[in-house]
């Protein structure tokens, strides 16, 4: 992408964050790693409470830090060297050891505080549908996540079992979710749509928009910006931009 057509991209961004975004009126907190971690109002971490973080790649940071405050985490990736990372995470959590996030040379997990027992892994996709889907690898193969749209544009690939969240709602016996995390390359648009359909309705709602780095056409904005209106619609109010990061609460 030439320097031109990154100023284009800033200046759209800018336009739908200036007419979609809602007043923050509560303090954010910063839970995990730079690159891992998002904000989410101060008091939406708390004990007892649960949170669902679908797309784990090799930094789990902001769902180890949850589980220390006190939530019971699911944590979801089908993808087969999240699925190494998140085992080597617990097995350092377990025997005191030190793991790296995203292979960093100087930054290693916390693991004071951490409970396993609310701690769980389930290697899923998050789809639109139940059913095995492919998912495609990215360009530059030191990355992790993989697509199941085939954000940019590749051909190797692997097969893994998705949910629909409603599914996965009720085979772990999940009441309510006061976290979402969604980071999953593209496929964000169709799980929101059957997230607003099926009525599920995290309190906080946290979304990679990855189509912001790998746009499939000239038209992502227009998706991004249709994804917002939904959930503004549903009931969610859009407090934060960060990347293409962003943030909803849903409005009781």
């Not at 097995?91 to 004071?112: H, I, K, L, M, R």
């Not at 599914?167 to 999953?184: A, M, P, R, W, Y």
Request: proline content about 4%; glycine content about 8%.
């Amino acid at each position: 992408m030439n320097l031109l057509s990154k100023i284009r991209m800033r200046a759209q961004k800018a336009r739908i964050i200036e007419t979609l975004k809602d007043g923050d009126p509560s303090p954010l907190t910063r839970i995990g790693t730079r690159w891992g971690g998002w904000s989410v109002p101060a008091s939406a971490a708390r004990p007892g409470r649960t949170a669902v973080c679908v797309g784990a790649g090799e930094d789990i940071s902001f769902d180890v830090e949850l589980n220390k405050m006190g939530m019971t985490v699911f944590t979801l990736d089908p993808t087969p060297r999240a699925k190494t990372h998140v085992q080597k995470v617990l097995a350092g959590a377990q025997e005191g050891a030190q793991v790296a996030v995203n292979n960093s040379p100087t930054e290693c997990y916390d693991f004071a505080g951490f409970n396993r027992s609310r701690f769980t892994f389930v290697d899923v996709g998050v789809w639109k549908e139940d059913q095995v889907t492919e998912f495609f690898a990215p360009k530059d193969s030191r990355h992790v996540s993989h697509s199941i749209v085939n954000l940019q544009g590749t051909h190797d690939s692997f097969e893994a079992k998705c949910m629909r969240l409603q599914t996965f709602c009720s085979s772990f016996n999940v009441g309510e979710i006061d976290i979402l995390k969604l980071d999953i390359e593209g496929a964000e648009y169709a799980v929101l749509q059957d997230l607003v359909t099926s009525g599920i309705r995290p309190k906080v709602l946290c979304v990679d928009f990855d189509e912001g780095n790998s746009p499939l056409d000239r038209h992502y904005m227009t998706r991004i910006a249709d994804a917002i209106r939904s959930l503004k619609e549903a009931g969610y109010r859009f407090l934060q931009v960060d990347g293409w990061n962003l943030l909803f609460v849903f409005a009781q």
